[in-house]
């Protein structure tokens, strides 16, 4: 199981960190996935950390604004939002899928999924 928090509202330009918390296992090995999906719009994957290499993926539309680490336990895994725009109005959700790298992932392949958080950029 997974569990977003951080999520919130922000005016244009602010910040946000997300967290994707692990319960009933480690993300040793996995890789994660933030999703989001605006109102209307299909899901779509916005950055990725692997364990399994240590490689990260970034879409085009949040690279240099966004970053994705983990910590050292291998429980959680933080994306830092930074210089957010109106566009980045989402539902995001973390996934997991289990000995992959990063890359572009289709949704149908993440094995675990979070409930959700909300981000709201409006001024």
């Known amino acids: 199981q997974l569990v977003e928090s951080g999520g919130g509202s922000v005016q244009p330009g602010g910040s946000l960190r997300l967290s994707c918390a692990a319960s009933?296992?480690?993300?040793?090995?996995?890789?994660i996935v933030w999703f989001r999906q605006a109102p209307g719009k299909d899901r779509e994957g916005v950055s990725c950390i692997s364990y399994s290499d240590g490689s990260t993926w970034f879409e085009d539309s949040v690279k240099g604004r966004f970053t994705i680490s983990g910590d050292n336990a291998k429980t959680t895994v933080f994306m830092q939002m930074n210089s957010l725009k109106p566009e980045d109005t989402a539902v995001y959700y973390c996934a997991a899928v289990g000995l992959h790298v990063c890359y572009d992932h289709d949704e149908d392949e993440l094995d675990y999924w979070g409930q959700g958080t909300q981000v709201t950029v409006s001024s």
């Open positions: 009933g296992f480690t993300f040793d090995h996995y890789a």
